[in-house]
């Protein structure tokens, strides 16, 4: 053991208002799914939790395409270190919209 520990990366306010409809998505996902997947059923089927998220980020000065950026980026870093039992990144792949996102695996 190195005695490294690792960073933990998740969205605590997220996780406290919305841990069982983040591990609900989580299992109404295919076996294989990307992060922008995940972040549109997300929207989709939780959206009070998803709106209140990214006014959340807008009433912080952010307009609301970033707000909606830095949604989906916190909800994946939550999924990533509080789910890992429920699922896991196994790539960085292009998004067709621009930049990167992650391809997962759901177990």
Same mark, same amino acid.
Request: aromatic letters at 12%.
């Given at each position: 053991?190195s005695?490294? &520990? +690792?960073? *933990?990366m998740?969205n *605590? *306010?997220?996780?406290d208002?919305a841990?069982?409809q983040i ?8 076996r294989n799914?990307t992060s922008l997947?995940?972040?549109?059923g997300?929207e989709?089927?939780?959206s009070a939790?998803?709106e209140?998220?990214v +006014? #959340?980020?807008? +009433?912080?000065g952010?307009? +609301?395409?970033?707000a909606? $950026?830095?949604?989906? &980026?916190?909800?994946?870093?939550t999924v990533?270190?509080?789910?890992? $039992?429920?699922?896991?990144k196994v790539?960085t ?6 930049? #990167?996102?992650s391809?997962?695996? *759901?177990f």
């Open positions: 053991m005695g490294v &520990s +690792r960073r *933990r998740y *605590r *306010r997220m996780l208002l841990a069982n591990e609900t998505q989580i299992r109404a996902m295919a799914y997947d995940y972040c549109t997300f989709r089927n939780h939790h998803y209140d998220f +006014r #959340d980020y807008m +009433r912080r952010k307009d +609301r395409p970033h909606i $950026q830095i949604v989906h &980026s916190q909800l994946m870093h990533n270190d509080r789910f890992h $039992q429920l699922t896991r790539q792949i292009p998004n067709p919209k621009g930049g #990167d996102m391809a997962w695996e *759901r």
